[in-house]
């Protein structure tokens, strides 16, 4: 039975969580947001058979689709509307901070300050959309030449395929934006975890199911048990990554007494 002291500790937390009306707000909104991105991963793309495409996957278990399914939270072994995930992003994020290095437009914006950081975001937008579209249309052929997939193969397929997986990773993207403005954390590194703890479970066991069977190496299982740790950290480095500043605090006098200078700093997210 716990003392009196535990409950009083146990009221004051839940009576201060109780007044933090916008924390409870935020961690709703991030809540709700990554409940819409999960329940995106399971409407497939229109004119797909989902029998033959899971017939397909069945063939192909054990390679990079794992992995890929894995990262996507499911919505490439489903073939779904989230199934190009936020990678385009993080792609053209990547290739945006490495142009910065060599490229002089882009090094003085990213000197110019939160008016260069936003030009530099419209950048990596463009470019996520750019890589979005050559990925959906490998996907949509891809899919096309794979036998009973496609209820109707053709341009209209294609089309409406790569429209529906660029508009899936444009509203991740946006999604993502949401959440860092109006939940709790960085949204991107939100949606990225999400996805893989929903497929994790799974993903261990169909792995391990494989290593038995000799469909799988050792090597190659724990190439992949290294992969998954090493994305975990990177998005907890990034979540938790801060610049902080150093604040100078000079002499001063309060009435007879003096005050030595001090030193402090300001912690900001990046």
Known sequence: ????????????????????????????????????????????????????????????????????????????????????????????????????????????????????????NQYTRYGTVILATLQGYAIASGLSSAEGVVTNPGMYFTISAVITLVGGTIFLMWLGEQITARGVGNGISLIIFAGIVAELPSAIVSTLELGRQGALSTLLILGLIVMVIGLIAFIVFVERAQRRLIVQYPKRQVGQKMYAGDSSHLPLKL
């Open 1 to 120: 039975m716990a003392s009196a002291a535990e409950q009083l500790a146990a009221n004051m937390n839940f009576a201060a969580f109780s007044k933090a009306d916008e924390l409870k707000k935020r961690i709703w909104f991030t809540l709700g947001a990554l409940l819409v991105y999960r329940l995106g991963t399971y409407i497939p793309l229109p004119g797909i058979d989902p029998a033959a495409l899971a017939q397909v996957f069945q063939a192909q278990q054990g390679g990079i689709f794992d992995v890929l399914d894995l990262f996507s939270g499911g919505a490439v072994g489903r073939m779904a509307i989230f199934a190009l995930t936020i990678m385009p992003y993080i792609s053209a994020s990547i290739i945006i901070q490495l142009m910065t290095s060599v490229s002089s437009h882009l090094g003085d914006l990213k000197k110019e300050g939160e008016q260069g950081r936003k030009t530099i």
